[in-house]
């Protein structure tokens, strides 16, 4: 029986076309958790891979535009 490595990824690693388009929805105002539901990610894996992209966070507070319930 051949071993695997150790610390061998298991999962589907992100290409440049996936990682192009969750930077898109980020930009275009989607929240991580939706990216993460349509990408098929975690939350955290979304927020991770635009950490290392360089890509701003928002700040928090979801959203406060002009027609949200929630604006101050």
Sequence with gaps: M???PRFAHTGR?????RR???VS??????????IADMVGVSAQ???SMLVRMGIPR?????????HSRHRK
Excluded: C, D, F, I
């Design 20 to 22: 192009q388009a969750v």
């Design 58 to 66: 928002r700040p928090p507070g979801g959203n406060t535009g002009g």
């Design 2 to 4: 051949k071993k695997s």
């Design 45 to 47: 894996a979304v927020q």
């Design 25 to 34: 929805m980020y930009q275009g105002g989607m929240s991580l958790r939706a």
């Design 13 to 17: 690693l992100p290409n440049e076309s």
